[in-house]
């Protein structure tokens, strides 16, 4: 299949050429065909989330387990009573707070959701995002998107339309190219279905906003302890997801003695001749003589880091890396997201010095 390509970013949406690709978007939805599209998290991969067939056709082009549930994606509050049982009163609250934005909501479902979009579960997990691009899309394909990160399964997600086709070129009708994506690592995930409510997986919006609007917020325990036998409740977490083809080490510790600790092993990696990739900060980059290093942002503004982490990682394979070292981030606020990014990715192989 040709993949049509369309530049559309938030500036295009109101144009008549921008409309014109919107309802081109939509009619291949309406036909239960794919569209990749820009969020303000990552690139999703679109499909009729109210069609059993659209559902399956997203997790043969990403290869991704069937048991793993997609995201509904909505453009209007009015569109979620219809997919859920009900609308617990937090869950209001939260929507209030943060809906359109970064954040994804676990409800009971309605009969109207295929359990093909839930990966079997009675539950579906609703986001309305809060990209121009992305609610004109969703509003033109008649309200319910199912979307995944648009990447083959086990690669980083998305944040340029280039990675998007990369992985799935070929595989899908169209990839609406909205430029750089704002926050870089996916959304927060909350399951409102149980008491209190529950972080299944951290993101841009962190517990303590949470907390500011609900109180008491749990964290599923297998998000603190990475040895624990328990399945995550997010199917997908227990994944070895953003996972580079190169070795990962994250080395934790004071900043000096974390640069000398990379720069003497990556000395001894390239001795043997291994190509070797470090992430660094822009604080730190100058301090690193040998191998690749590339900056994933700026340690005063952590969301830099959110940013740019998945676009350095996918270079780096790019590159064939085959010894990779990362500094490590402080777990509080949006680096709580990166660290469980960055940990999946390295298969929490943790030097602590
Ligand atoms: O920012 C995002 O959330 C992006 C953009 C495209 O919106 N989407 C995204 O989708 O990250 P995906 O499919 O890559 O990740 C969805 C996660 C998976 O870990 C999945 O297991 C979990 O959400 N999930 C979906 N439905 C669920 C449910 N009913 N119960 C528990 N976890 C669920
Ligand atoms: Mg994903």
């Given at each position: 299949m040709e993949t049509k390509l369309i530049r559309l970013t938030e500036d295009d949406v109101e144009t008549e050429q921008g409309q014109e690709a919107l309802r081109e978007a939509g009619e291949i939805i309406r036909k239960g065909g794919l569209v990749a599209f820009p969020t303000e998290t990552v690139y999703g991969l679109g499909g009729d989330a109210l069609n059993p067939e659209s559902s399956r056709k997203i997790y043969a082009a990403k290869g991704r387990p069937s048991d793993n549930p997609l995201i509904v994606h909505i453009a209007e509050m009015e569109m979620l009573s219809s997919i859920v049982e009900e609308i617990p009163a937090k869950a209001k609250q939260l929507a209030d707070r943060f809906w359109p934005g970064p954040l994804t909501m676990i409800f009971n479902k309605s009969?109207?959701?295929p359990l093909e979009t839930t990966g079997g579960l009675q539950t579906v997990a609703v986001r309305m995002p809060s990209d121009k691009v992305a609610m004109a899309f969703i509003k033109a394909a008649d309200g319910y998107i199912a979307a995944p990160?648009?990447?083959?399964?086990?690669r980083p997600s998305p944040t340029v339309a280039k990675y998007v086709a990369e992985d799935l070129d070929g595989k899908i009708e169209m990839i609406l190219d909205g430029g750089?994506?704002?926050?870089g690592l996916e959304s927060t995930i909350v399951d409102m279905t149980v008491e209190p409510p529950m972080i299944l997986r951290p993101g841009y919006i962190t517990k303590e906003m949470l907390e500011e609007v609900l109180g008491e917020v749990a964290v599923d325990k297998t998000l603190l302890d990475p040895t624990s036998k328990t399945a995550p409740k997010?199917?997908?977490?227990?994944?070895?997801?953003?996972?580079?083809?190169g070795e990962l080490t994250i080395v934790d510790g004071e900043s000096a003695k974390v640069v000398d600790w990379i720069n003497a092993h990556a000395k001894e990696a390239l001795e043997k001749g291994q190509k070797v990739g470090i992430i660094c900060t822009d604080e730190t980059k100058a301090l690193y003589p040998q191998g690749v290093k590339k900056s994933v942002g700026n340690r005063q503004n952590e969301e830099t880091v959110a940013r740019e982490l998945y676009r350095v990682l996918r270079e780096f394979d790019d590159e064939g890396m085959e010894v990779m070292y990362s500094e490590s981030f402080a777990e509080s606020g949006i680096g709580v997201a990166i660290m469980n990014r960055l940990l999946k990715a390295a298969g929490h192989h943790v030097e602590h010095i």
């Open positions: 009969d109207k959701v990160s648009a990447n083959t399964s086990g750089q994506l704002c926050i997010a199917p997908g977490m227990k994944y070895r997801h953003y996972a580079p083809k």
